[in-house]
């Protein structure tokens, strides 16, 4: 079992930015790909960004391209996701996502996530 848990969301202007951060417990958190995701209200989740377990090999999704970036900090069993030049279209609940195939490959599959955290608000105004 992993427990996740987001913080760092918030409301920011347009071309703000924001980081947010997911801390891990329970099972070897250093094994596991670990991901970001989004859901916008109406909206079905979307893949957002994915880091290896060793934090390389990020992989974006192509509207956050350039202006997000994930990492990870296996010594503090913590994600984050930097967020810059944020836009209107960015405001969704942020979720983190842990893969269940230890030292796995990144993907942007969300079946393949078994661990989710409760979500974290981010707003961005224009």
């Known amino acids: 079992q992993v427990q996740l848990v987001e913080s760092g969301g918030g409301l920011v202007q347009a071309g703000g930015s924001l980081r947010l951060s997911c801390a891990a417990s329970?099972?070897?958190?250093?094994?596991?790909?670990m991901g970001w995701f989004r859901q916008a209200p109406g909206k079905e989740r979307e893949f957002v960004a994915a880091v290896s377990w060793s934090g390389g090999s990020p992989y974006y999704a192509d509207s956050v391209k350039g202006r997000f970036t994930i990492s990870r900090d296996n010594a503090k069993n913590t994600l984050y996701l930097q967020m810059n030049s944020l836009k209107p279209e960015d405001t969704a609940v942020y979720y983190c996502a842990a893969d269940h195939r230890a030292m796995g490959g990144v993907t942007a599959d969300p079946l393949e996530y078994d661990y989710w955290g409760q979500g974290t608000q981010v707003t961005v105004s224009s």
């Open positions: 329970g099972r070897a958190f250093s094994t596991l790909p």
